[in-house]
């Protein structure tokens, strides 16, 4: 694997600015970029379909996942990686799924205020889908996602965190989306060295329905077998 076109590998957390990553990834890669995820939200992506999508699809050069499990850069590309701080999370993953009757839990959600959604996801039952905000970077940096075939019955432990830090000190860059201008600048400059004129840019929120309506036009899931 040492003779592949360097991959952008972008790790899609919900509600972690990445709509924004994808809409500038499929503008610069066109085709040659896809998203790829399972047949549900509770699926995950191993580093070996991850290979084996790599390899039956030589054209691609840029990926974005939302249920993959981590995994390196390849030939000193750093994966796009952004993680939010929990509470300003917790808020815009509240307020989206008041709004989205097709997310999980939507009637009960609906009905609460801010504090009784955050009391309900860190005291709700496995597979009830307070995993969304309960340690939720943690457990999608770490080996937490993966002791269990059900995603919504993961739980992060001590080791899970100690995991994380250490993937995200050990890669070159990552993102922060409360920084995201400054966060899409070092990648820029990063991913310049290999694709030039690669632009990282903000959603605007004015633009943002026809964006998603442009975004999902082009996003259909690729699978393999």
């Not at 919900?14 to 990553?21: L, M, P, T």
């Not at 390196?72 to 509470?87: E, S, T």
């Not at 000190?169 to 310049?192: C, L, M, T």
């Amino acid at each position: 694997m040492g003779d592949m076109t360097p991959l952008v590998v972008h790790h899609h957390f919900f509600k972690n600015a990445g709509i924004s990553i994808d809409l500038s990834l499929k503008k610069y890669f066109g085709d040659c970029w896809i998203s790829l995820e399972g047949d549900h939200a509770r699926d995950i992506v191993t580093e070996i379909f991850f290979w084996k999508l790599v390899q039956v699809n030589p054209s691609v050069l840029a990926v974005s996942f939302h249920t993959l499990r981590p995994i390196k850069g390849m030939q000193n590309v750093p994966p796009i990686v952004f993680i939010r701080h929990p509470i300003l999370r917790a808020k815009s993953v509240f307020a989206f799924t008041q709004k989205a009757p097709s997310q999980p839990n939507y009637q009960e959600i609906s009905k609460l205020t801010f504090l009784e959604y955050v009391e309900w996801a860190l005291d709700s039952e496995p597979c009830n889908g307070g995993v969304v905000i309960n340690n939720y970077q943690i457990i999608h940096l770490s080996e937490a996602s993966v002791r269990t075939s059900n995603i919504l019955e993961a739980h992060a432990l001590d080791i899970d965190l100690k995991e994380a830090k250490t993937f995200i000190d050990n890669i070159s860059a990552y993102g922060v989306v409360e920084r995201f201008s400054e966060s899409i600048y070092k990648y820029e400059r990063i991913f310049a060295r290999i694709y030039k004129g690669l632009k990282l840019e903000p959603l605007k929120t004015m633009l943002h329905q026809s964006l998603m309506e442009i975004y999902w036009s082009n996003c259909t899931p690729s699978k393999i077998n």
